[in-house]
Every structure is written in C-alpha cells, then in structure tokens.
C-alpha cells in the first residue's frame, strides 16, 4: 500500500548517509542550500518568537497550526544563528511536512502508510544540515539515561512531547536532541519515544531513535505504535541500530490532526535549561523568562525588579540578554536568594572560563515583598513569577498576599511609566487584587501560557499616574479622556 499524502521521491539506503532529492531545499551555489527549520517555544509567545527570528536572522516564520512551535527558511551557511536565537526551546530540520495528510481509516493501513513513508521521504539535505550542525557543537559525553518525554503544554493543551537527554560524543558527528509539542485539551494526546529492533551491530553504525508526538482524536493508532512502525522501516531503510539512550541521530514525527511534520533534532538539550545551574522546585524556563523581558521592552539604564526571584531565573535571562539594564533580585526565602547567588555565580565562572567580561549588572536581597526597601518611585518594571498556589504558597494565602504586594510594587514604580509583567495561574485572585488597586494598574496584554500543565497568564501592566491616598473619584478626575472612557467602557461591559 503506497503512503498517502504528498508525493516524495524514492531512495536506495546506503550504508552510512543516503543521498536524495529534496524538492523543499534548494541548492543556492555550491555546497549552500536551503532548508526548513522547526522550532519549539513557550506556548503564547509563538509570535515573539517570529519576532526574534525576522529581527536577528532576516526570514519571515510561520507559526504553526500546532501551537508552541514555529518554522522558518535558513541558508546552511547561516545555520549556526538559529542556535543564537533565545526564545526557542529546540531546533529540528524538516525532512517532510504534510499540510493536509490523509491517514487511512484503519490502522493497519495507516500504519503500513507510515511504514513505506520512511523510504520516500527525501532525507539528503536534512542529514546534510545535521552533519553541518556537528560542527557548531562541543563534542560532549554520552546522553544518559533514558529520559522520559516532558511535554511542554499549552494553554489549551496537554502535555505532549519532549525528550531531555545529556549531550553525546558521536562516532562521525554531534548528536540531536528533544522534540515538543504543545497540543490541544480536546484533542487526544500520546506521546513515546519508541526503541525498534535493532540492526545487526557494526563498529561505526550510526544509532537511531524515533520520538513520536501525537495530537488529535481521530486517529486510529497510537504514538507508541506510530513509533514502532515508522522507525522499524527508517531502520530497514538506512540500516541504522536503534538505541534509545546513546543515539546519534534523533529522528522526530510529530502528528497533529491531519498535519504531519517529520524532522531530524538540532539541538542536544532544550535551550531553556541554558542559565541554571542550581533549579527550585518552580524554576521558570530561560525561553518564558526571555519572552516575558521582551513583553515590556527593556531600554538602557532601566531599572529592573524581581520581587520574588525564587532561582533568579529572570533577572538572569534579563541580564544577559538586556545587559543595558540594572536588575535587582530578591526573595523572602533565604534557600532562594542563595540558589540565585549561585546561578549568577555559576554564569560569571562560565563567562570568565571564556574569556569573556565576567560581571553582570544583576544584584540579590533577602526581603519582604510586601515591604521592599526601595525608594518610592524608582523602579522602570518589575517582572516576576508569583504564587500559584500549587507549589508554592497557598490559594487562601493569595487572597492576601496579591493585593499587598501589588500596592507595594505599584508604590516602588515610576507613576505614568513604570510597567509590570507577572505570571500567575490563579487568575481570579489576581483580577480581583488589582480591581482593588484604586486604579494604580491599567492591565494592557495578557499572553496565555502553559507552566507545568497549569493554565496561567502573563500579564502586563502599566503603572497609571495615580499617586497614593487618592480616592477612587480622584483617579478618575486625574486620567485623560481617552483613560476615563476606557474606564467607563469596562464598568459598562
């Protein structure tokens, strides 16, 4: 039975790389060409990540209909700067994308489908680029362990797909890492990282491993059986050896709906993981931290504050990456403050090893969030992750805790200009807090993000121009008609 979807041309293996035509890829001159490149990122901020890819690599992505991953065009002689982008959580060259796939009604047949697919796919160019990003890479040790996928969910989503491993030393090249995905609540969701049988065992045989992510409710198969088939006939095809822990190659099929994207693995470990060194038990990733510093745009010689730095995730991420700016960390908890001590220390070590200027303009204090020694009015923006509830602090606790510091970070914030972006899943506590503000926040974008399987809102606010001791009818007489319409548009609605 022949694959269904688009038609791709057929290949003989080869015993190491198989050579093919690739009709997505163009060979520009030379040994350049042009290829598709996946990325995975924080579900919400899909468009900043297209924004960072149009600012520092010149291409328009596409945002997918998958939530939480992103594709863009790249020339091979420009491929190292795909890895200095910061709001992505993992790379992957696409091999195949079907738009609109039609899987058999069956599940024998589909899966017979997906058996013969591995032999028509054009491979050349996208294991060309994979041998290409060796070269970028430090040659590490081994992955270890067999590391169960970690999904990355969504708002609307479960989790999918996403498979942390080690970096590895490769026999010929660097080695790929994890696949995500984030898919829908409706949807049915199942993922694997499955091990086929193995080849017959050759000193310098490359090793293999598919990662299948699955979303949808129509289908009739499983990821884990998706897997299976898939990789035995990849395995058939280019007489690789499955392994599931130390493997050279990760190839990625990653099923949503009716869309279909097959892929080799860029990177050998999620790029969030890049700052930390010393993780709490709600260490935020650097790529949502990065993401939430580009929602209130940093500008030179602001100052920025983090109220409730937990490992110092943010002003890390900030400082590094908006180095124009002054960061101050602080946390009420002194196992915190000193995890954040250590990370900054853990960054400036690994920036002196390289030769590179080791300071960072970030500072840590131990304090009360609710009562922070700093001047009234001083602080450009505060961003930070607050208390959900779960983990951390209590949901009754919440009730008391968000209106208090609200008032205190609106009172440190520059009346008129200062800004704040926080993340929190407990989203009727934080409405009500700041309807309790007397109109000191004006609430401007809220993204809606996953964090842990908990759906939750990053939220931006703008300091109003409020002072403190005004009533509620002083506030409304101090706006601008614009402010007073808005205001008296939302009591109405």
């Not at 991953?69 to 060259?93: A, E, M």
């Not at 999620?270 to 931290?289: A, E, K, V, Y």
């Not at 609710?370 to 949901?395: E, H, Q």
């Not at 309790?436 to 759906?455: A, D, E, F, P």
Request: glycine letters at 8%; proline letters at 4%; aromatic letters at 6%.
């Amino acid at each position: 039975m022949s694959s269904q979807g688009e038609d791709t041309e057929g290949q003989g293996p080869e015993t190491a790389l198989p050579s093919s035509s690739c009709t997505d890829c163009d060979t520009t001159g030379g040994d350049v060409i042009t290829v598709t490149v996946g990325a995975t990122v924080p579900t919400g901020f899909e468009h900043t990540a297209a924004e960072e890819v149009k600012e520092k690599i010149g291409v328009d992505a596409r945002i997918s209909k998958d939530r939480g991953r992103i594709y863009f065009p790249i020339t091979t002689d420009k491929l190292f700067q795909v890895h200095l982008l910061r709001s992505v959580d993992n790379l992957f060259v696409v091999v195949q994308e079907y738009e609109h796939y039609q899987f058999s009604e069956s599940k024998e047949e589909t899966l017979i489908d997906l058996q013969q697919l591995a032999s028509k796919l054009p491979w050349t160019n996208a294991l060309e680029v994979w041998k290409l990003n060796s070269t970028l890479k430090k040659k590490k040790g081994h992955r270890r362990g067999g590391n169960g996928s970690k999904g990355k969910p969504n708002s609307e989503a479960h989790d999918a797909t996403a498979v942390d491993n080690e970096q590895q030393e490769l026999p010929q090249a660097s080695p790929t890492a994890e696949g995500q995905s984030d898919v829908e609540p409706t949807a049915q969701t199942d993922t694997c990282s499955q091990d086929v049988e193995e080849a017959t065992p050759e000193a310098k045989v490359i090793k293999f491993r598919v990662t299948c992510s699955r979303a949808g409710d129509k289908h009739s198969f499983s990821s884990n059986e998706a897997a299976r088939d898939f990789g035995g006939a990849v395995q058939e095809f280019f007489e690789w050896k499955a392994d599931m822990t130390k493997f050279d190659i990760e190839v990625l099929l990653n099923i949503h709906n009716n869309e279909v994207v097959i892929g080799i693995a860029l990177t050998e470990e999620s790029l969030h993981r890049r700052n930390i060194s010393h993780f709490g038990p709600t260490t935020l990733r650097s790529t949502l931290c990065y993401g939430m510093l580009r929602l209130c745009k940093p500008q030179a010689s602001d100052i920025i504050l983090d109220p409730m730095c937990g490992t110092g995730a943010i002003p890390l991420e900030g400082a590094i990456e908006f180095h124009n700016s002054f960061y101050i960390a602080g946390d009420n908890n002194d196992m915190a403050v000193n995890r954040t001590v250590n990370n900054i220390c853990h960054i400036q070590k690994r920036r002196a090893d390289k030769g590179s200027a080791s300071g960072l303009p970030i500072d840590t204090v131990q304090w009360d969030l609710c009562n922070l020694p700093i001047r009234t009015s001083s602080v450009d923006i505060i961003i930070t992750d607050m208390p959900f509830g779960k983990r951390m602090g209590s949901r009754k606790k919440n009730w008391d805790l968000y209106p208090s510091c609200l008032r205190e970070m609106a009172r440190v914030s520059r009346p008129g200009s200062g800004k704040a972006v926080l993340l929190t899943q407990d989203k009727k506590c934080f409405a009500k807090a700041i309807s309790r503000m007397g109109g000191l926040w004006r609430k401007l974008h809220t993204v809606w993000v996953n964090v842990g399987g908990l759906h939750a809102g990053v939220y931006l606010l703008k300091r109003t121009g409020a002072l403190f001791g005004q009533t509620p009818e002083d506030v409304y007489e101090s706006r601008g008609p614009v402010e007073r319409q808005e205001k008296d548009d939302t009591e109405l609605s």
